[in-house]
């Protein structure tokens, strides 16, 4: 019974809809199999773990979604305020998430057990709306920015803020390394790279308009995109640009993901996603981008305003139908990390 990979990407829309597309890199298509109108009003924010799918709006609801059956799991209100920011936290072992947090314009973050979505506990970490979240990936601590121009550490073990300090200008933008021995903030058209265990700055990346979004591959690049409508590659231990894939949209990306060598089956990651506020999501092979401008693997255009991307890999066998219902139970070895 041999193992196959199906590569998808989700992406949300100031329409209120979300989308989902599978990837197929062989044959290069980028195919959509899903779209619905979920919230209310426009939509902020996308995670995927697995074969499970959370959106978060301005609507203050978080809506569950399974990839295998492209249907339904229902929603989260245990937000009052517009829903910033999602992550899921699953362990290396496991093929599906243990937890699922989120972040509010209230300043609040919000834990859930992902076995069956159960709300843990929420958190007042900030006086203002909460930009971005980033989890280690440890799932023991989270990191927040913030429009009060603050940074918090949460730990998540103990379920309390741990650490808040401020900043010289409000970031839009935090991400943990792949390994989590560091972390990126993004100030306008800067990315600050600090060490993870004493928040040490290490440098400064110059881009050349504001940053939107940014995505670590696990080989040491960060992959930045923005205003200046190009894809750039960083290598995060010289501090330097490895390559640039100018002009990847015509208008702002706002999202990026890098497909993990699990995805690939590849030790060095070589697939990118973008997505962008003119409706165009393309996939890319960056293998030769540092030496000639590569042409989009793939593209689709969804004749929405893209606002967030997010993409995930599904393993199944060859004999068990693609669009099968998701039978994987949580044990006891899963228990929620602030359980812990």
Known sequence: ?????????????????????????????????????????????????????????????????????????????????????????????????????????????????ADGFVHLQTLSVHRKAINDLALHPSGKLALTVSRDNCFAMINLVRGRRSFCCRLDKEASLVRFDASGDSFFMAVDETVCVHQAEDARLLFELQCPKRVLCA?????????????????????????????????????????????????????????VASASSDGTIRAWDVRMAATEKPNPLAECKTQSRLTCLAGSCLKYSAKQPQGGKNNAKVEDENQMVTDQ
């Open 1 to 113: 019974m041999s193992e196959k990979r199906r590569i998808n990407l989700v992406a949300g829309s100031y329409e209120r809809f979300i989308w989902g597309f599978n990837l197929n890199p062989n044959k290069q298509t980028l195919t959509p199999f899903f779209s619905y109108p979920s919230h209310l009003s426009l939509i902020k924010s996308v995670a995927v773990s697995g074969s499970v799918v959370a959106s978060g709006g301005s609507d203050d609801t978080i809506h569950l979604y399974n990839l295998s059956a492209a249907s339904s799991l229902g929603s989260l209100n245990h937000h009052s305020s517009t829903v910033t920011s999602l992550s899921f936290y699953s362990p290396p072992h496991l093929s599906f998430p243990r937890n699922l947090v989120s972040a509010d314009s209230d300043g609040s973050v919000a834990i859930f057990d």
């Open 215 to 271: 995505a670590p591959a696990r080989n040491g690049l960060l992959y930045t995109g923005g205003e200046d409508r190009n894809i750039t590659a960083w290598d995060i231990k010289s501090g330097k640009a490895a390559y640039c894939i100018e002009e990847a949209h015509a208008a702002r990306v706002k999202g990026i993901v890098v497909l993990s060598d699990e995805a690939t089956g590849d030790d060095e990651p070589y697939l």
